[in-house]
């Protein structure tokens, strides 16, 4: 699980509208936890299970509902947070064969969140090595026990 998801706080909500060919993603609006840090930036708290170009700790900003005082809509990246958020969809229904591959994931510093199941959202932090994750990832198609996606992958600088 994801040990920093912070269940307090403000829901920032972003439009989903726009499918692809398949109908993806299957919900309009997607809401995040996020954590208020004032002049309308929010860090969010959770990994998105359906928005791309999002990932768990980057600040954004967000414009207030008028019909509430926690939900929040999305309106531009502000800073990104260097984590990295990819989705997995099950397909292996043998539980043992799947939570083995998903250990070897948490193994190397990576960590998930649950929509239902058979979707889960994956965080991998800066201090993961998104190479072998990406190996480990792909072992999990080749052996038909998910698909993935990546919904943000966090270029990081080669300073």
């Given at each position: 699980?994801?040990?920093?998801?912070?269940?307090?706080?403000?829901?920032?909500?972003?439009?989903?509208?726009?499918?692809?060919?398949?109908?993806?993603?299957?919900?309009?609006?997607?809401?995040?936890?996020?954590?208020?840090?004032?002049?309308?930036?929010?860090?969010?708290?959770?990994?998105?299970?359906?928005?791309?170009?999002?990932?768990?700790?980057?600040?954004?900003?967000?414009?207030?509902?008028?019909?509430?005082?926690?939900?929040?809509?999305?309106?531009?990246?502000?800073?990104?947070?260097?984590?990295?958020?990819?989705?997995?969809?099950?397909?292996?229904?043998?539980?043992?064969?799947?939570?083995?591959?998903?250990?070897?994931?948490?193994?190397?510093?990576?960590?998930?969140?649950?929509?239902?199941?058979?979707?889960?959202?994956?965080?991998?932090?800066?201090?993961?090595?998104?190479?072998?994750?990406?190996?480990?990832?792909?072992?999990?198609?080749t052996r038909q026990i998910?698909?993935?996606?990546?919904?943000?992958?966090?270029?990081?600088?080669?300073?």
């Open positions: 699980m994801h040990e920093s998801s912070e269940r307090s706080g403000v829901k920032v909500c972003f439009n989903l509208t726009q499918k692809d060919t398949d109908g993806w993603p299957p919900v309009d609006v997607e809401s995040v936890w996020a954590k208020p840090l004032g002049e309308r930036r929010f860090v969010i708290c959770n990994v998105p299970f359906y928005v791309r170009d999002i990932a768990f700790n980057d600040v954004v900003e967000a414009a207030p509902r008028p019909s509430s005082d926690s939900l929040y809509d999305f309106i531009r990246v502000i800073s990104r947070g260097g984590h990295s958020t990819y989705r997995i969809i099950r397909c292996a229904k043998d539980e043992a064969t799947f939570q083995k591959q998903l250990h070897d994931l948490t193994t190397i510093g990576c960590t998930y969140e649950q929509a239902d199941p058979s979707l889960y959202a994956v965080d991998m932090s800066p201090a993961v090595d998104v190479n072998a994750a990406y190996r480990i990832l792909e072992e999990g198609v998910w698909d993935f996606e990546e919904g943000y992958y966090y270029r990081r600088n080669a300073n």
